[in-house]
Nanobody, 125 residues
Framework: QLQLVESGGGLVQPGGSLRLSCTAS????????IGWFRQAPGKEREGVSRISTSGGSTNYADSVKGRFTISRDNAKNTVYLQMNSLKPEDTAVYYCAARSPSFAQWYAATSYAYWGQGTQVTVSS
């Protein structure tokens, strides 16, 4: 059973940066594409970014393009989300999720079989 744990969330001022980590245990992350999602209070969960199994392909939501960078280190069984120039509207619980190769859209949450418990990101002055 693949288990995912997010870390790195916290409180940051607008314009600041955070790096989230998604670390796997139980199984290797290598065969899985990894997505980052977020959910703000009263809103639906939305896809933020996704990285392919090798790390050679990435996707981003329009709202974070140019500010967020996803990467992975398969040797460390970890995926990262570097978040720069943070805005108050980035405030949400951030989740990482894993899925086997799929033809579904990368932001389709139902295509991901494994989820972490989430980490809170709050952007506020």
């Amino acid at each position: 059973q693949l288990q995912l744990v997010e870390s790195g969330g916290g409180l940051v001022q607008p314009g600041g940066s955070l790096r989230l980590s998604c670390t796997a245990s139980g199984l290797t992350l290598r065969p899985y594409a990894i997505g980052w999602f977020r959910q703000a209070p009263g809103k639906e969960r939305e896809g933020v970014s996704r990285i392919s199994t090798s790390g050679g392909s990435t996707n981003y939501a329009d709202s974070v393009k140019g500010r967020f960078t996803i990467s992975r280190d398969n040797a460390k069984n970890t995926v990262y989300l570097q978040m720069n120039s943070l805005k108050p509207e980035d405030t949400a619980v951030y989740y990482c999720a894993a899925r086997s190769p799929s033809f579904a859209q990368w932001y389709a949450a139902t295509s991901y079989a494994y989820w972490g418990q989430g980490t809170q990101v709050t952007v506020s002055s």
